[in-house]
Each structure stands twice: as structure tokens, then as C-alpha cells.
Nanobody
Framework: QVQLVESGGGLVQAGGSLRLSCAAS????????MTWFRQAPGKQRDLVAS???????NYKDSVKGRFTISRDNAKNTMYLQMNSLKPEYQAAYYC??????????????WGQGTQVTVSS
């Protein structure tokens, strides 16, 4: 079993910054792609950014230049540095990871989410 735990959310003024973390623990052989999603009330969950184990990244157009995704493979941890935050970025942010277990089986996991609130 694998657990993903997000942290770093909170209340910030527009234009401010936050750094989210997602730490994976449990029976992990390796983690392939790790992804940040966000979901605002009444809206669908959208991909924000993703990163492969090799460090290749992909971003939602609206966050390019503002957000930076990174990971520490040795710590099984992913980060999302969010700068110049806007009120429309307010949402619950979720971590998602594809994990290979010791038996070679891949399973995907979600974290419980961390709330980001941006005041105008």
C-alpha cells in the first residue's frame, strides 16, 4: 500500500507564493509520473503540472511561468512552487502518482488534497 500526503497549502494574498509538497510512502519500487491536479468547488479536477521520473515536465497553459514542478526521487517527494498567485488559482490541490510495486505491478494513487486559498 502507498500513501501520498500533500502539505504546504494555506492562505496567501494575491501575488504571493506557496510551495506544495507531496510525499509518497509505503511499498514503492519506483514512481513514474507524478502529477498535481486542482479542483475548485463546483468544477472538475484539472491537471496543473506533471513530471516524469527523468524530470520532463508538463504544465497547464495558465500556470506556465508562474508554477514550477520538481521532484526528489530519493525522497519520493514532489513539489509545486507557485508564484504570483491569482484568486482564480484557489482550489484544493491533489497529488497523483503512478507507482510500481515490488512485484512489477503499477497502481495509481491520490493524495487527500491540500487547500490553497488566495485572497484578493
Amino acid at each position: 500500500q502507498v500513501q501520498l500526503v500533500e502539505s504546504g497549502g494555506g492562505l496567501v494574498q494575491a501575488g504571493g507564493s506557496l510551495r506544495l509538497s507531496c510525499a509518497a510512502s509505503g511499498t514503492i519500487f519506483r514512481i513514474t509520473t507524478m502529477t498535481w491536479f486542482r479542483q475548485a468547488p463546483g468544477k472538475q479536477r484539472d491537471l496543473v503540472a506533471s513530471i516524469t521520473s527523468g524530470g520532463s515536465t508538463n504544465y497547464k497553459d495558465s500556470v506556465k511561468g508562474r508554477f514550477t514542478i520538481s521532484r526528489d526521487n530519493a525522497k519520493n517527494t514532489m513539489y509545486l512552487q507557485m508564484n504570483s498567485l491569482k484568486p482564480e488559482y484557489q482550489a484544493a490541490y491533489y497529488c497523483y502518482a503512478s507507482v510500481e510495486g515490488k512485484c512489477g505491478k503499477f497502481l495509481s494513487y491520490w493524495g487527500q488534497g491540500t487547500q490553497v486559498t488566495v485572497s484578493s
